[in-house]
């Protein structure tokens, strides 16, 4: 029986486990990242592990998230980064010199490789055939001192790609046509693979926006081939040494095949407040619109910009629009100036923000008072723009530029001759902003620098065998890590703040949150479906641990969240009937029962003491897990293995 490409890759990194689906396995990684939200964290977890060189082929620290300095706090957590990346080996991407995934793909990422990184828009690596995970911090300063990645084996989709997109109809209406079909939560445990004869049409951008947005299912990652294509885009970057070529087997088994006519597509667009809330721009025509963001990882290569800057040519932006425009790495933004569609985009009026997220995670461009947004964004979530009542939609760049010279959602299709562009045969290249260690001699004399904003990781203690809590909140389905430990501009600078950080815990969802658990000391959270998805912030999990929660009781879990919850020592439970959900409410005062020999067996007791009611719930922990849990998290066991 032949293999996926996922499987090939797999297992020739196979450290442990079987590659059945549902199992654990154990992965070698061979590349890190990480970005300057997530990054402080994951290196006082990597420097607390005491190790002095980074194990990998190759690690990299990006500046690119907390880039407005309206206080010390980020300045010195990117000098922080910049020493400790120093000293144990790890290259600094400097800021302004991009979004992590776009830099990454361009310069760093090679086929076949595996990358896990400290943010969840990593797969967009499997755009050049990369085998790229997000994942938490602590699990990424885990495989920078050599250790394995833990994942569960997951499921293969396959969706198969005919015909060619008709022009005004791009990569990112696949992706948004893929959440339509499979829903947030419909990758959840898989992999998916993209094959099939329209892949041909597609280049290397292209493909890295459908393996970026593959996050926006619940996919553990999503993946191209390495073809021809791959080849001319490394060699366009000066790395035709990189390329391999890689493809599934002929005879390859999938658990499910997806199939999607490309020439069949219309431009789609995502409403308020789910990637997956997906209709046809043309349903939607005349709606006023308030602002357009045209960048993120999703959508900012030197591919989507110079198709804005032709589609902007010799226009101006409606007035009552507010436009930006943040190119996704310093290369795409010189070569845009170099041929002149940068002065094209400035002279249609639109503003020109820096390479970096911006305001895709709430960094400054926040909209007005129920505003409208177009983004050619991956996320919508609730308040996540920094404006608590704005509505964003997600759209292709090609669509925003449409709501930008109309002022309101328009059909690009309308807007005459589709742009005809090609990348160059050779990018520029000027790898001067990212800075090398130091040599191993040299490292002993390099002094970490470290701000007063850092603050002590919160507190563990082993898993008792009785646990009793209220229970704190109930939630419903779908919640973000961006409901429970929100970002943006003002809460973004704490991240290695964790006390500070609880004020703002669930925040979006319930105000006094943090204030109630930290006067019960204990809590339980109670959630719907797919519980956690979204971001990899491991504070979603470090911040519930510093309020008492020590359990999350879900009808099911995110990934990424999931195994953040375990390395923090929080027990992620599943109803074993999920209609148990409606005999939980908040307030009741729960006892987890027997839980060493429950977690064992996978069935925990919870007795609702309020109502009276014994509730069955299941868990599937690996040894491994079990031991990290009892241990009272992985630091902790960690510590104790060695
Ligand atoms: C996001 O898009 O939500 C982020 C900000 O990039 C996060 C990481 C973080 O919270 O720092 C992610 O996607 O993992
Ligand atoms: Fe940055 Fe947005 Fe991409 Fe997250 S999704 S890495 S915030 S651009």
């Given at each position: 029986m032949g293999l996926t490409l996922a499987q090939k890759i797999i297992q020739s990194h196979l450290?442990?486990?079987?590659?059945?689906?549902?199992e654990e396995i154990a992965l070698r990684i061979d590349q890190t990242l990480t970005q300057d939200a997530t990054g402080t964290m994951a290196y006082l977890e990597f420097e607390a592990m005491g190790i002095?060189?980074?194990?990998?082929e190759k690690s990299v620290a990006y500046i690119d998230h907390n880039t407005l300095q309206s206080g010390f706090e980020n300045a010195d957590d990117h000098r922080y980064i910049q020493t400790v990346a120093k000293k144990h080996g790890i290259y600094f991407s400097r800021p302004g010199n991009g979004i992590c995934h776009q830099v990454h793909l361009e310069r760093f990422g090679i086929p076949g490789k595996t990358l896990i990184g400290?943010?969840?828009?990593?797969?967009?690596g499997g755009g050049i055939g990369m085998l790229a995970f997000g994942a938490g911090g602590l699990d990424v300063a885990v495989a920078m001192g050599g250790g394995a990645y833990y994942i569960t084996m997951p499921r293969m989709i396959r969706v198969n790609l005919t015909g060619k997109l008709n022009p005004f109809v791009t990569a990112k209406d696949v992706s948004l046509e893929i959440l339509r079909i499979l829903s947030v939560k419909g990758g959840v445990g898989s992999i998916i693979e993209w094959g099939g004869p329209g892949i041909q049409t597609l280049s290397v951008p292209e493909r890295a926006t459908i393996t970026n947005m593959g996050t926006e299912l619940g996919a553990t990652t999503s993946i191209f081939p390495s073809d021809e294509i791959t080849k001319a885009f490394l060699k366009a970057q000066g790395r035709a040494g990189d390329y391999r070529p890689l493809a599934a087997d002929p005879d390859a088994v999938y658990d499910r095949v997806i199939d999607i006519d490309l020439s069949a597509l219309k431009p789609l667009i995502a409403c308020?407040?789910?990637?997956?809330?997906v209709v046809t721009v043309e349903s939607l025509k005349g709606t006023r619109v308030d602002q357009v963001c045209i960048g993120s990882c999703t959508n900012s290569s030197l591919l989507d910009l110079l198709k804005v800057a032709a589609l902007l040519k010799g226009k101006t932006v409606d007035p009552r629009v507010s436009v930006s425009v943040s190119p996704g790495s310093r290369q795409v933004l010189s070569m845009l100036a170099d041929c002149g569609a940068l002065s094209d985009i400035l002279a249609s009026g639109a503003r020109l923000l820096e390479c970096a997220c911006g305001p895709c995670?709430?960094?400054?461009?926040s909209p007005n008072s129920g505003g409208v947004s177009l983004r050619t964004f991956n996320r919508n979530f609730e308040g996540r723009s920094g404006t608590r009542d704005a509505k964003v939609y997600l759209v292709s760049p090609e669509t925003a530029v449409a709501a930008a010279l109309t002022g309101e959602i328009t059909d690009p299709r309308l807007l005459g001759d589709a742009p005809v562009v090609s990348l160059p045969e050779k990018f520029r290249i000027d790898d001067s902003a990212v800075l090398s260690p130091a040599t191993p001699e040299e490292a002993a004399s390099v002094e970490v620098l470290r701000g007063p904003n850092i603050k002590e990781f919160p507190k563990t203690k082993p898993l008792e065998n009785t646990v009793t809590a209220e229970l704190t909140l109930k939630v419903g389905d779908n919640i973000t890590t961006d409901h429970i430990m929100p970002a943006g501009s003002k809460i973004l600078p704490y991240r290695s703040n964790i006390p500070y950080l609880s004020?703002?815990?669930?925040a979006v969802c319930d105000e006094s949150f943090a204030e109630r658990s930290l006067a019960a000391g204990n809590g339980f959270v109670v959630g719907g479906e797919n519980y956690g998805q979204g971001s990899s912030r491991e504070h979603a999990a470090l911040v519930p641990l510093y309020l008492g929660v020590r359990a999350v009781i879900a009808k099911s879990f995110a990934r990424i969240h999931a195994a953040n919850l375990i390395n923090a020592g929080i027990l992620p439970l599943t109803f074993a009937d999920p209609a148990d959900y409606e005999n939980l409410n908040q307030g009741d005062r729960l006892i987890l029962t027997d839980l060493g020999a429950g977690m064992k067996a996978g069935k925990i007791l919870l007795q609702n003491e309020t109502t009276g009611k014994t509730i069955a719930l299941v868990c599937s922990f690996t040894d491994r897990q079990r031991e990290i849990l009892l241990a009272g998290g992985l630091l902790a066991y960690t510590k104790a293995a060695n």
């Open positions: 450290v442990s486990g079987t590659m059945k689906a549902g002095d060189r980074v194990r990998t400290s943010d969840s828009h990593t797969p967009t308020p407040h789910m990637p997956d809330n995670i709430g960094m400054g461009f004020k703002f815990c669930f």
